[in-house]
């Protein structure tokens, strides 16, 4: 597997909470099975590096057994699932949910009664899945924001005033960042209205947004933030216009 390139490694999360556990999910027209070893290992060694959490499903249970991965062997299909503690995987098929990047990965293993390495009840070692269903969350390509460019989206709500800085851009949306303490009225299925993008000098967009998903993430220089994935609602076709034209200079000048 090709798990020894360089890659610049995030910094890895701490244990998963309740509200992190992610629901499976129905394949559909916008799915695709993984079946490829090296593409199976190369994502598990992602979530590992994260240590984004995993939702774990027993059979008829909607309470989510939530770990993460510890290691991925660099050359045997394996890798080692790294339970909360107190947690326990019970026998039998189960299904793994997680979020791998900006798309939900599943898969499904089985077992009759899941071994642990000795002496460490919540460290279990399992093979890699023969295919693993990803789900692309997003309808529109997205473009990250350059190092170093200031675009923001300010707001009102509930009479307090937003100014939070745009992680990344699509035709479909926008991503925001801000820490714990400001995320505060800022949540799952929030409609947003008299939003103001500002995406570079003298570039102002209104616009209304829904935040569809919220997710915690650890910076290294900030501390604990959290990323708010919101969807476009009612953009004019001028604003869609003038929006692709200032993705278009923002990936240009990633190039």
């Known amino acids: 597997m090709q798990l020894h390139e360089h890659h610049a490694v995030p910094i890895r999360k701490g244990p998963p909470r309740p509200q992190d556990a992610l629901a499976p999910f129905v394949a559909s027209a916008s799915s695709f099975d993984m079946t490829s070893e090296d593409e199976i290992g190369d994502a598990l060694t992602l979530l590992a590096a994260s240590g984004d959490a995993i939702s774990m499903y027993a059979p008829g249970s909607r309470e989510a057994v939530l770990g993460r991965i510890l290691s991925v062997d660099p050359e045997l299909p394996h890798f080692v699932m790294e339970l909360n503690e107190g947690s326990v995987l019970q026998p039998g098929k189960v299904t793994f949910v997680s979020w791998l990047r900006t798309a939900k990965l599943q898969f499904r293993l089985s077992s009759p009664a899941w071994g642990s390495v000795p002496g460490k009840p919540h460290l279990i070692p399992m093979t890699f899945p023969e295919a693993c269903t990803v789900l692309n969350r997003r309808a529109s390509e997205r473009v990250e924001t350059p ?16 100014e939070l800085p745009i992680y990344d851009l699509s035709l479909g949306g926008v991503g925001l960042r801000c820490s714990k303490l400001q995320a505060k009225g800022l949540f799952k299925g929030r409609k947003i209205p008299g939003v103001m993008l500002e995406l570079g000098p003298e570039i102002e967009i209104a616009t209304e947004l829904e935040i569809r998903f919220t997710r915690s993430l650890r910076s290294f220089l900030l501390g604990e933030q959290l990323h708010l994935g919101c ?19 923002i990936s240009g000048s990633g190039k």
């Open 147 to 162: 190092l170093g460019a200031t675009l923001m989206a300010s707001f009102e709500l509930i009479k307090h005033t937003y």
């Open 231 to 249: 969807k476009f609602l009612n953009m004019t076709p001028e604003a869609a216009a003038q929006l692709a034209e200032q993705m278009e200079l």
